[in-house]
């Protein structure tokens, strides 16, 4: 059965930079897209990016374009998220979540479908 955990989160100060890391275990990602969500207090969960870990296709948050970018290592089984320019309304606890790909489907559409797996994630607080 595949697990998920999510590491890396902590303080920051505004305009700082973070990398999370979601590694997966019980199976290979090689057919899935992972997804990188986060939710704050109160508000909804928002997703931030996908990626692909077949090919290596990303898809971004229009919140998070530019700053955030997604990648893999296959090798390692991992998914990082490479957060620049932090800002104060970037604090949330920050998912990663796995999906089988459909290789029918570009990767939009997928990213966009309901995510069985979850890890239990990590928080990310910027402020100074």
């Known amino acids: 059965q595949l697990q998920l955990v999510e590491s890396g989160g902590g303080l920051v100060q505004p305009g700082g930079s973070l990398r999370l890391s979601c590694v997966a275990s019980?199976?290979?990602?090689?057919?899935?897209?992972i997804g990188w969500f986060r939710q704050a207090p109160g508000k909804e969960r928002e997703r931030i990016s996908c990626v692909s870990m077949s090919d290596g296709g990303t898809d971004y948050g229009d919140s998070v374009r530019g700053r955030f970018t997604t990648f893999r290592e296959n090798v390692k089984n991992t998914v990082y998220l490479q957060m620049h320019n932090l800002k104060p309304e970037d604090t949330a606890h920050y998912y990663c979540?796995?999906?089988?790909?459909?290789?029918?489907?570009?990767?939009?559409?997928?990213?966009?479908?309901?995510?069985?797996?979850w890890g239990p994630g990590t928080q990310v607080t910027v402020s100074s």
């Open positions: 979540a796995a999906i089988s790909n459909i290789r029918t489907l570009s990767l939009r559409p997928v990213c966009r479908m309901t995510f069985p797996s």
């Open positions: 019980g199976s290979s990602l090689d057919d899935y897209v």
